[in-house]
């Protein structure tokens, strides 16, 4: 319910930000590296440390010399000695390169959660002190060397490194550079092994004529009409305007013209920082052909998201939310569809298909049944190791999804094509296996942003779904199937070879898979074959398509253990066994019991002995929802029963109750109950007097301060930990918090604290007024996600509440109850999912 010109690119920038810190790392080749300035001119001279040369000093005019002209100065020429040729020409090709950006854009990249995770793990390897990791160094040194007339270069960032002392890790570059040895040469095995398994389908399969089959990379019959629809949707989303609780999804829709009955429907989903126009051919071509395209913009991570970042605009370059909004953007649209008075006949309804791009893969494979895998991105994300996977600073950005499960399959979908998608950690292989539905794999072997390996050919092993298919372009790029307008401003090298057959090879494959898979129209079988990607594949872009491959194959063209295991270990727990059936006892008794605070307002609390406040109309539309669902002649009976803080959990553990609702933090130590996904988001503050919130300093120990809070609330233990120093006053009874705002008021507490929405909710309903209490800080000092509190070992009752928690009863009572604190829970969630690690 709470989750009620050609432009330059952001993920090109990050690349090559990316590309130029790991040069100048990589540049000494196992050399550890100190930098001391001349006392007047700063980092003029290097002084380099070697392991089996000792200590020797080059100076950065010497370096600028080799790289602008190619000679080697007899100081410089001692040491080139020790190099071969290939690493001398990779130094100088380091050295020479350039990058024309300007320095608020290396700023604003490089302060953002993606970059200055990858500048913090880079700060492991280039540092002014072995203890002292080299993130701020590296980021102004980038910022300054920007600014130079040349642009942003190795030989200005030396210069600007703004110590005195710069040193490399030794150990761990030796490390790094054995493991990207290790991977290329598992790399070049694995499109080995995947090209002799084509070459055995081939071998297998029957070869049809290709010459007297249709062209699928040709036009088809239809004439393509193209419009821009834009949808009011009421759902949480990170979007160019900050983070809001309503958003527009404007959709292009390509259709083919004078259609005579319905027709099957493709959903493109584009990938970060890019736009719609991407597949614009695409979605032209399958037009062509008889399907009706739409392409949604994700607003929070559209081009036009992106460059508002880079403007200032907005503060956050990927929201974590984009993990869920993304998906629901196409649950979304598909609704809105359903409704529309034109497409609603126009659709086939069981003939659907997605197909996504990157980010858009990955979007495109949660919506067809794979959640996203909070446990995995918590124990892959939760390092500060290098990588050289940039996908994963993309990936670690849903370690800060708010707790919960993230199923979001849609079940209208029945096909899906992933090109070049990012699945390693934020998937993984628990939720790849749990695609059930036809799927198409696309990567290329020279993808620097999402590592073909990683992100496509070992998640193909994941996939248990029957209906499976990998295809490999060699020599391909993360950008090989794109628009050609849309990657005019990227370099070759990014490039890749020969997009334009990239782009045949995708408008091939993805009208046969979608005819066979969407249509069930057998006779497209015969193009998702060996031999079809055989007979359409170029040398400059060879490409491959196969329905199997093990992990054993893999490992035999490798002839070792491989560098990264193709079936990972699993991290998920095992649920518990199903012990009970609660929505059976509830039948047989016609009976829901429920329990709910009686002491916090305005989720629950007493008006003359009464139970009222949104948990108690939630029970009441949750009863009504179970009459219908269990079919049951009479209505189902609410019963609703009191509790506590002290009492909230044993309810539900001893089955007095079959869930307890109220303003509980969703906590991971609690072994004997499980909770639903959040309902509410909020933060702990100080409630204060107006008149004492200047006498405050939360940034000292609060020592002598009299602080009241609540007894067995997570809040209190934060506050142990975070101010031991102060006077804590604990409150236990049911009106705890009421007497705890009057002690505020009347002086003998400094603060109360609490959630600011239960602080607000308390004072509205005494009607103390708000103007008289202040609520400090601005930003919550944690980050709060409330959750129903259900029995364990009952997937089948957590997903039944789970459900009601999105639909429209369950929406009613929230904008009834909460809706006047909602502005301020967007405000919290907001800071809470885009707070930088510390």
Not at 172 to 187: D, G, M, N, Q
Request: glycine share 6%; charged share 20%; hydrophobic share 40%.
């Amino acid at each position: 319910m709470l989750y009620k010109t050609p432009k330059m690119r952001v993920s090109k920038l990050i690349l090559d930000i990316a590309k130029l810190s790991l040069g100048i790392a990589f540049t000494s080749c196992g050399i550890v590296a100190t930098f001391k300035p001349l006392p007047v001119t700063a980092a003029e001279k290097i002084t380099f440390s070697l392991s089996f040369l000792g200590e020797f000093s080059l100076s950065v005019e010497d370096m600028e010399i080799f790289a602008k002209k190619g000679e080697i100065t007899s100081e410089f020429a001692y040491y080139a000695n020790f190099l071969d040729k290939k690493t001398l020409q990779q130094l100088r090709q380091i050295l020479q390169t350039s990058f024309a950006v300007e320095p608020i854009t290396v700023y604003r990249l490089t302060n953002m959660p993606m970059g200055e995770d990858f500048l913090r793990r880079l700060g492991n390897i280039i540092y002014t002190h072995p203890q002292r990791n080299g993130l701020y160094a590296i980021r102004a040194a980038l910022i300054l060397a920007a600014g130079e007339p040349e642009g942003l270069t190795a030989i200005n960032f030396l210069r600007h490194f703004p110590t005195d002392e710069m040193q490399l890790n030794t150990d761990l570059i030796f490390a790094i550079v054995k493991e990207a040895e290790s991977f290329f040469r598992y790399k070049d095995t694995s499109i080995k092994a995947i090209a002799e398994q084509a070459q055995q389908e081939i071998n297998s399969q029957t070869r049809p004529d290709f010459a007297n089959l249709p062209d699928l990379r040709q036009p088809g019959q239809y004439q393509v009409s193209q419009e821009t629809l834009t949808f009011p949707i009421d759902d949480l989303r990170q979007t160019a305007v900050g983070f809001a609780g309503a958003y527009d999804l404007n959709v292009d829709i390509y259709a083919p013209k004078g259609l005579t009955s319905s027709a099957p429907l493709a959903i493109i989903a584009h990938g970060l920082g890019s736009q719609r126009s991407d597949f614009a051919y695409l979605a032209e071509h399958l037009a062509s052909h008889g399907y009706i395209v739409a392409i949604p913009e994700h607003a929070g991570s559209s081009s036009n998201y992106q460059e508002a970042f880079l403007r200032g605009e907005v503060n956050v370059d990927v929201s974590p939310f984009e993990f869920y909004s993304r998906p629901r953007d196409i649950t979304h649209l598909l609704d809105r569809l359903e409704q529309h008075p034109d497409y609603q006949k126009l659709i086939n309804w069981s003939q659907i298909g997605v197909l996504g791009h990157s980010f858009g893969g990955t979007t495109a494979l949660i919506t067809s049944g794979a959640p996203v895998n909070l446990a995995r991105v918590k124990d892959v994300c939760d390092s500060d190791l290098f990588t050289l996977n940039v996908s994963l600073f993309l990936q670690c950005r849903a370690n800060n999804l708010p707790p919960g499960e993230y199923d979001l399959q849609d079940d209208r979908i029945k096909a899906v094509v992933a090109l070049n998608p990012v699945t390693s950690s934020v998937l993984g292989i628990e939720s790849m296996q749990q695609i059930n539905i036809p799927t198409l794999i696309v990567g290329g072997t020279m993808d620097f942003v999402a590592p073909f390996i990683p992100e496509q050919a070992h998640p193909f092993l994941w996939l248990t779904t029957p209906d499976k298919y990998l295809a490999t372009m060699v020599n391909g790029s993360h950008f090989s199937t794109i628009n050609e307008e849309n990657i005019a401003g990227i370099n070759d090298f990014l490039k890749g070879f020969r997009p334009d057959l990239g782009r045949d090879y995708l408008k091939a494959l993805t009208l046969a898979f979608f005819e066979a898979h969407i249509k069930d129209s057998s006779e497209y079988q015969s193009y998702l074959t060996a031999a079809y990607a055989e007979n359409i594949s170029n040398p400059e872009l060879p490409l491959h398509l196969i329905q199997s491959l093990t992990p054993e194959q893999l490992e035999l063209a490798y002839g070792d253990t491989p560098p990264t295991s193709p079936i990972p270990e699993p991290i998920v727990a095992v649920a518990s066994e199903q012990n009970r059936d609660i929505l059976a006892e509830i039948k047989q008794t016609g009976t829901l019991k429920v329990a709910m605070r009686t002491d916090a307002a305005p989720f629950g609390y007493t008006d003359h002995s009464d139970l009222t406040g949104f948990c108690a109309d939630l029970a009441v539309a949750f009863g009504d929802r179970l009459t219908q669902e269990l079919n049951t002649s009479t209505p189902i009976k609410v019963v609703k029963i009191p509790s506590s803080v002290l009492n909230r959990f044993e309810l539900v553990e001893k089955e007095t109750v079959h869930l307890e609702c109220g303003p509980n933090s969703i906590v991971s130590d609690r072994e004997e109950v499980v909770f639903s996904d959040p309902f509410f988001s909020s933060g702990t503050r100080f409630l204060v007097n107006q008149d004492n919130a200047i006498n405050l300093d939360l940034d000292s120990q609060l020592e002598g301060t009299r602080l009241g809070v609540l007894e067995a609330t997570t809040t209190k233990q934060f506050l142990q930990q975070n101010y031991p120093n102060a006077e804590i006053v604990s409150f236990e009874s049911a009106d705890g918090r009421s007497k705890a705002i009057q002690a505020v008021r009347d002086g003998y507490l400094d603060a109360f604290v609490s959630d600011r929405v239960l602080l607000t909710g308390e004072i509205d309903r005494q009607g103390l007024g708000r103007e008289n209490y202040q609520a400090i800080p601005e930003q919550p000092l944690t980050c709060d996600y409330y959750g129903l509190i259900l029995p364990q070992g009952d997937s089948q009752w957590r997903n039944t509440i789970n459900t009601f928690l999105h639909e429209h009863a369950a929406e009613q009572v929230f904008d009834q109850w909460l809706e006047n604190y909602y502005p301020q829970a967007i405000s919290d969630l907001d800071y809470c999912q885009n707070q930088r690690k510390q």
